[in-house]
T-cell receptor, first 114, second 109 residues
Framework: DADVTQTPRNRITKTGKRIMLECSQTKGHDRMYWYRQDPGLGLRLIYYSFDVKDINKGEISDGYSVSRQAQAKFSLSLESAIPNQTALYFC?????????????FGEGSRLTVL | GQNIDQPTEMTATEGAIVQINCTYQTSGFNGLFWYQQHAGEAPTFLSYNVLDGLEEKGRFSSFLSRSKGYSYLLLKELQMKDSASYLCAVQDSNYQLIWGAGTKLIIKP
């Protein structure tokens, strides 16, 4: 089983619908992140959390919200989806104690908003 | 603004050597990462450089020059499975990662 698990892996929805992407991890890491990836662009940070009580906006947080339900769970919500939120979304974790801050990614959630 | 530049696409031959360059302009520097991403899959960590010089890991090496804002990833003895995108990312003064758009490497037999 993957250490960082995302659900759903693929989702097609309509404009205006509420969508939740879920992420859970078994790595025991405190830090969790949500990124989106678009063709021709680098990964862009949406939100990140350094522990259960810590939530921070990233580069492109508008139109998104998150919830850190537990150390192991970090959910991303689109309250009212729009077509330009069509993208590949990645959850990632990192270990506060690690020397390098290496990120461990989930397998991705491909979202299409029609 | 902060910027990471790397070539969009490169082609190389199986068994050969290829060098993927990355130049960066960021507010501060706390390390540079290379990740590999196969099509439709998650990025996976390849290397981390924080000091100038060459870091070698098997067939892969990564070089950093902080004064030039430059790094490269060197892949030797290329294999077909090395066909993937290679992502360069820099940690800025706030320890936030700034990502390049990635270089798609195509390996031909």
């Amino acid at each position: 089983d993957a250490d960082v698990t995302q659900t759903p892996r693929n989702r097609i929805t309509k404009t205006g619908k509420r969508i939740m992407l879920e992420c859970s991890q078994t790595k025991g890491h405190d830090r969790m992140y949500w990124y989106r990836q678009d063709p021709g662009l680098g990964l862009r940070l949406i939100y990140y959390s350094f522990d259960v009580k810590d939530i921070n906006k990233g580069e492109i947080s508008d139109g998104y919200s998150v919830s850190r339900q537990a150390q192991a769970k970090f959910s991303l919500s689109l309250e009212s989806a729009i077509p330009n939120q069509t993208a590949l979304y990645f959850c990632a974790t990192s270990d506060l104690q690690a020397d390098t801050g290496e990120l461990f990614f989930g397998e991705g959630s491909r979202l299409t908003v029609l | 603004g902060q910027n990471i530049d790397q070539p969009t696409e490169m082609t190389a031959t199986e068994g050969a050597i290829v060098q993927i360059n990355c130049t960066y302009q960021t507010s501060g520097f706390n390390g540079l990462f290379w990740y590999q991403q196969h099509a439709g899959e998650a990025p996976t960590f390849l290397s981390y450089n924080v000091l100038d010089g060459l870091e070698e890991k098997g067939r892969f090496s990564s070089f950093l020059s902080r004064s030039k804002g430059y790094s490269y990833l060197l892949l030797k003895e290329l294999q077909m499975k090395d066909s993937a995108s290679y992502l360069c990312a820099v940690q800025d003064s706030n320890y936030q990662l700034i990502w390049g758009a990635g270089t798609k490497l195509i390996i031909k037999p």
